[in-house]
């Protein structure tokens, strides 16, 4: 069964402090892993879709990574306003159309 | 462009009754999915529609769960009998093609429907 586990549960930072955001998963044949951004209220927000290990993206002050198991998601310099929860995301191929959701990052940035 | 919208916002019904939910998709969309995130957690996939078909019906939690999609647009979620556990906030999603392959999804803001 696909499975994604995020970790920490929540994270505060000060300003400019960087740090990672884990992503693990566990898919039968992995079609994608994406990043969403979700603030409080609204919808998720799309971030990234990596498709293989060793792939990287980046988007202003995030980068996300993949391995095999796990894909990292790099905030450098946080600013408050990057204060969200992050969702991850897979999808296998397995399923082609289901989509598992992590329980998130609550991340919290103080000025 | 217009995003993906939903309604109502918010929707107080009593334990029993019946109740439906609208998505309306970003035009040209062919894929619609909808989740649903109950307070503080991550989101549960409850049913993905290609065109107006459903290939994967899996994430539903019981008969009581039931969606149609017509004219390859709108979408409604409909929730019979309703129990305070469906208590939640329920998320639509389109997107060109299927995730995965390059399509990313785009959400709307949700509605919040509370079971008294």
């Known amino acids: 069964e696909d499975q994604v586990t995020q970790s920490p549960e929540a994270l505060r930072l000060q300003e400019g402090e960087s740090s990672s955001l884990n992503c693990s998963y566990t898919?039968?044949?992995?079609?994608?892993l994406f990043w969403y951004r979700q603030d409080p209220g609204k919808g998720p927000e799309f971030l990234f879709t990596?498709?293989?290990a060793g792939e990287e993206k980046e988007k202003e002050r995030l980068k996300a990574t993949l391995t095999k198991k796990e894909s990292f998601l790099h905030i450098t310099a946080p600013k408050p306003e990057d204060s969200a929860t992050y969702l991850c995301?897979?999808?296998?191929?397995?399923?082609?159309?289901?989509?598992?959701f992590g329980s998130g990052t609550r991340l919290s940035i103080r000025p | 462009g217009a995003g993906v919208s939903q309604s109502p916002s918010n929707k107080v019904t009593e334990k029993g009754k019946d109740v439906e939910l609208r998505c309306d998709p970003i035009s040209g969309h062919t894929a619609l999915y909808w989740y649903r995130q109950s307070l503080g957690q991550g989101l549960e996939f409850l049913i993905y529609f290609q065109g107006n078909s459903a290939p994967d019906k899996s994430g539903l939690p019981s008969d009581r769960f039931s969606a149609e999609r017509t004219g390859g647009s709108v979408s409604t979620l409909t929730i019979q009998r309703t129990q305070q556990e469906d208590s939640a906030v329920y998320l639509c999603?389109?997107?060109?093609?299927?995730?995965?392959?390059?399509?990313?999804?785009?959400f709307g803001p949700g509605t919040r429907l509370t079971v008294t």
């Open positions: 990596l498709y293989s």
């Open positions: 898919v039968s044949g992995l079609r994608g």
């Open positions: 995301a897979v999808q296998g191929y397995s399923s082609a159309s289901k989509i598992i």
């Open positions: 999603a389109s997107s060109l093609g299927t995730p995965g392959l390059k399509g990313e999804q785009y």
